[in-house]
């Protein structure tokens, strides 16, 4: 079956570091795929998505880009922040599905 | 109010309680979701429901019972929950079924004891 596999937490950084967040996918078809993120006390927020190959995804200076070779949508960050640490989903929805596929989160912590 | 809001945002309940979590959208869409966020699990969808109809119920105790009274409205009533049902629910909707953007509310941290 579909499913999304993010590497584990928690990640921890000083501010200004690069970041990255590795996600791979499993599914039949050509899904899209997505990047939520979740802020303390908060539900998900879609962060960004990439609807097919080699399609790139950008938001709020985060980017991942969908590689169907590797079946892989790895989120980047050049520098972070305080603000962004939050925990951060990889997702993917097949064509046909109802629902969202998503990983087990992996939780930032960006200190000062 | 503005998006997807749930209440209560925590709730304490014994195992032998009759309570409900409640969601409601105003952003117009006709698709609304249950999901349970458990901690190192990925994010469990348990119910869907489009225009008011459940199209999809996975494998989800019985102890859960949803309801959607309009599309704007859904709610999980709970029945005698064990205590591995603490966790947080979210509720999240869609302009459509398979539109493939959801939008979560702030979930329900929920503990049974």
């Known amino acids: 079956g579909d499913s999304v596999t993010q590497m584990e937490g928690p990640v921890t950084l000083s501010e200004e570091a690069f970041l990255t967040i590795n996600c791979t996918y499993t599914a039949t078809g050509y899904p899209s795929l997505f990047w939520y993120v979740q802020y303390p006390g908060e539900g998900l927020q879609l962060l960004l998505k990439?609807?097919?190959?080699?399609d790139k995804g950008s938001n709020k200076g985060f980017e991942a880009t969908y590689r169907k070779e590797t079946t892989s949508f790895h989120l980047e960050k050049g520098s972070v922040q305080v603000s962004d640490s939050a925990v951060y989903f990889c997702?993917?929805?097949?064509?046909?599905?109802?629902?969202?596929?998503f990983g087990t989160g992996t939780r930032l912590t960006v200190i000062p | 109010e503005t998006g997807v809001t749930q209440t209560p945002r925590h709730l304490v309940m014994g195992m032998t309680n009759k309570k409900s979590l409640k969601c409601e959208q105003h952003?117009?869409?006709?698709?609304m979701y249950w999901y349970k966020q458990s901690a190192k699990k990925p994010l469990e969808l348990m119910f869907v429901y489009s225009l008011e109809e459940r199209v999809e119920n996975n494998s989800v105790p019985s102890r859960f019972s949803p309801e959607c009274p309009n599309s704007s409205h859904l709610f999980l009533h709970l029945h005698t929950l064990q205590p591995e049902d603490s966790a947080l629910y979210l509720c999240a909707s869609s302009q459509s079924l398979r539109a493939e953007t959801q939008y979560f509310g702030p979930g329900t941290r929920l503990l049974v004891l």
């Open positions: 997702a993917l929805s097949s064509s046909g599905a109802n629902n969202l596929f």
């Open positions: 952003l117009g869409h006709n698709a």
């Open positions: 990439a609807t097919k190959a080699d």
